[in-house]
């Protein structure tokens, strides 16, 4: 069965520190995958998704198939990046799956 | 603004009644997608509605119903509620028929009290 695992429930660090944002997924299909963001009082949003291998707002995600993970990271974290993230696996039904989320906490 | 509008914003209801969610996709969006979020569960896909035409079905109880009409609105059925069914329902919409280059837009969810 799919499964998308963000092992981090939080997730504090410090403006200008790298931070890295956690995602395994259990598919036994080809995965295509996303980070979605809610920042406060704001609506979920696609952030990016792995098959456009792009980077936004400087954060960047590898899909690397042999540890079955995508996890999402920004080399230096800005104040306005403190937002609820998720992690989501799209199966060949068009399901999506969502992680639990990780709340990101940017520390001036 | 991603555009997509879902009505009421909230809704308190008692267990056993029944309640209709609206989504209003984005203008030109053929997709709408209702997902649940509760505490215990997160967010979970429900279905997916393609020009109207059902075209994926998620965790959706038998209990619950979906359509999507000919202006592309589309209205999720809610029947012998449970306590558990309190959450918050988001809808989104995608131009197309939800491949992995389809974004989704989200909605600002209703959230569901059932007392």
């Known amino acids: 069965a799919q499964r998308v695992t963000q092992p981090e429930k939080l997730l504090s660090v410090f403006k200008g520190a790298p931070v890295e944002l956690k995602c395994n997924y259990s598919y036994s299909g080809s995965p295509e995958l996303f980070w979605y963001v809610q920042y406060s009082r704001q609506r979920l949003q696609l952030l990016l998704r792995h098959i456009s291998r792009e980077s936004i707002k400087g954060f960047t995600a590898d899909l690397n198939k042999g540890e079955t993970s995508f996890h999402l990271k920004k080399p230096f974290a800005q104040e306005e990046d403190s937002a609820m993230y998720y992690c989501a696996l799209q199966t060949g039904a068009n399901n999506l799956f969502f992680g639990t989320g990780t709340r990101l906490t940017v520390i001036p | 603004d991603s555009g997509v509008t879902q009505t009421p914003k909230h809704l308190i209801t008692a267990t056993g009644q029944r309640v209709t969610l609206r989504c209003s996709p984005r203008s030109g969006d053929l997709s709408v997608y209702w997902y649940q979020q509760s505490l215990d569960q997160g967010l979970q896909f429900l279905i997916q509605?393609?020009?109207?035409?059902?075209?994926a079905k998620g965790n959706i109880l038998e209990r619950f119903s979906a359509q999507q009409f000919p202006d592309l609105h589309s209205e999720l059925n809610l029947s012998s509620l449970e306590l558990g069914d309190s959450a918050l329902y988001f809808c989104?919409?995608?131009?197309?028929?939800?491949?992995?280059?389809?974004?989704?837009?989200f909605g600002p969810g209703t959230r569901l009290t059932v007392l």
């Open positions: 989104a919409s995608s131009v197309g028929s939800g491949r992995a280059t389809d974004t989704q837009y």
């Open positions: 509605y393609y020009n109207g035409e059902e075209r």
